[in-house]
């Protein structure tokens, strides 16, 4: 459904992603891993149209019928947020701080599909309730909820309209470890629920088992492991995600120092 | 001084935010210690209290009740300020935009009368050095780094007083895990290197199992649970402390069992 072919970014003589191919189908999950710098969320925005001015793009991205390097900025105003959406890393930043947050779920509906704000209201109460925020905080305001009740929020504008592709832009890293656990099991749940495919990026390998089958390593630019989760995480072949995974303090062993990459 | 002595003692601390009509009890009677050169771990997750526990002693929060001692002398004397340092959680937000690194690490040195002229300048290049970077960074702006490297330089600015406490609220939370890692090991080198004492705030578990001696389980306000890191590990009793280690098991590679207990 998504098939990305010779993705090559860059920006002036910085060359930010350095023909990568992957691809994902209906349904199915895939994890971008990487150290910042590695492009992993740049690929992210090049998928949604979303890059700068002064971005170079070369390749395929062909999504659907679409093919996504060719659209113009109005016809991919009309895929953003109805058939791809994207939750970023920063839940305050994401939402505006002066519209309750119910507003802001109602304008992505408003926006995409044909509906009256009665009807709107009513499938944001919906959304909220899938969430898991009660129907109540229809009108608060951002600054009223926790980090990871901001995050369901966005998660709640990201998915209302339905999209097929939905991209999470290190969706927990701005999160405690309990929450950020609590938030990939909601977007495990709707995905199954939705059959909807996700792409998953995320600079912490370890939480990749818990959310993707799939999963490339990128280093640089360029995709230096891909495969299923469970065969790269077991017998990595490359000495990159080797270090990825060592990095990680753990509560069952201990260094002296950490090993570093 | 006898080692054995608590270098950072906190005494039934309670810390109350204004609201009048609905108060926030932030803190809600804490007492701990820390020993001269070991390292105390404060975990909890968001809201439990612990960055308002930091700031009481670095005094940017004013205690409502309870009293924090600094090498037997309570806190707020000038003298004792320079001993204890900060390190805050966002390395870009705590970094002065518009100041070039050298002007950043020397303006403690300054503020405190230390150093000036030739030696100062010559303190900031040493300075610079220990936390692994090059003396020309010194030139730069904060924007021209990485987030590993802003925390560096906030660390370097946190050691120029040669402090005998060091207060690190979240110090990697806002990094990569293999950024985090190195900041880990420079911050394991220095406290060799200058025989720190460190209170150490984090909500990941795993972070505080590899990095301190001690750990402190705080949950709405209050330390539920503490005792030395492997011990609280291998055998903890309370509820959040079972769910925070849920957490890691989590993002574990090596464990087979999932999180049993969700929040």
């Known amino acids: 459904m998504l098939d990305v072919k010779n993705l090559r970014i860059t920006f002036g003589n910085q060359i930010a992603v350095d023909g990568i191919d992957f691809s994902i189908e209906q349904g199915g999950s ?198 299923k989760t469970s065969t790269v995480l077991e017998k990595p072949t490359h000495p990159y995600t080797t270090a990825l995974t060592a990095c990680v303090p753990s509560i069952y062993k201990k260094y002296k120092r950490l090993p570093t990459i | 001084m006898d080692k054995k002595n608590p270098l950072l003692e906190i005494r039934d601390l309670k810390i109350t935010f204004p609201p009048k009509k609905s108060p926030v009890f932030a803190v809600r009677g804490v007492s701990l210690s820390i020993e001269r050169g070991k390292t105390l771990g404060i975990v909890g997750q968001s809201g439990s209290g612990k960055s308002t526990l930091a700031r009481a002693v670095m005094q940017l929060v004013q205690p409502t009740k309870g009293e924090i001692l600094f090498d037997g002398i309570s806190i707020g004397t000038q003298s004792i300020k320079k001993r204890m340092q900060m390190v805050f959680q966002d390395p870009g937000g705590s970094l002065n935009p518009y100041a070039k690194v050298r002007s950043i690490i020397s303006e403690p040195l300054l503020v405190h009368k230390i150093a000036k002229g030739v030696e100062l300048q010559n303190r900031v290049t040493t300075l610079l050095q220990q936390v692994g970077l090059q003396e020309g960074d010194g030139e730069k702006y904060p924007h021209e780094f990485s987030g590993g490297q802003k925390q560096r330089i906030a660390i370097a600015r946190a050691i120029a007083l040669k402090p005998e406490l060091l207060v690190c609220d979240e110090p990697t939370s806002a990094l990569d895990v293999s950024v985090q890692a190195k900041i880990l090991n420079l911050l394991s080198d220095l406290r060799d290197e200058l025989d720190l004492t460190i209170l150490f705030i984090s909500h990941d578990l795993a972070v505080v199992h590899h990095f301190c001696d001690h750990v402190a389980l705080m949950h709405e306000g209050k330390i539920v649970e503490q005792g030395p890191v492997e011990d609280v590990i291998h055998n903890p009793n309370h509820c959040v402390t079972k769910e925070l280690m849920a957490a890691c098991q989590g993002r574990s590679l090596n464990s087979s069992d999932s999180p049993s207990c969700m929040l």
């Open chain 1, 30 to 227: 895939l994890a971008i891993v990487g150290e910042s710098g590695s492009g992993k969320s740049v690929t992210a925005l090049s998928i949604l149209g979303l890059l700068p001015n002064n971005a170079r793009v070369s390749g395929e991205i062909l999504f659907e019928e679409y093919n996504i390097s060719t659209l113009s900025s109005a016809q991919m105003q009309q895929l953003r947020g109805k058939k791809i959406a994207i939750v970023f890393q920063e839940p305050m930043t994401s939402l505006n701080p002066v519209f309750s947050i119910g507003e802001q779920i109602m304008e992505t509906l408003l926006a995409h599909e044909n509906l009256t704000r009665q009807e709107a209201k009513q499938k944001t109460l919906l959304a909220l309730e899938e969430v898991g925020i009660p129907k109540e905080r229809f009108k608060s305001y951002p600054h009223e909820f926790s980090g990871g009740m901001r995050q369901r929020v966005v998660i709640a504008i990201a998915l209302a309209c339905t999209p097929d592709l939905l991209i999470a832009d290190e969706p927990t890293t701005a999160l405690d470890a309990s929450t950020s656990l609590q938030i990939i099991e909601l977007l495990n749940q709707l995905q199954r629920n939705r059959n909807m495919a996700i792409i998953f990026i995320t600079h912490d390998l370890c939480l990749v088992p818990s959310i993707a089958e799939h999963v490339c390593v990128m280093r640089s630019g360029k995709i230096v492991e891909k495969g």
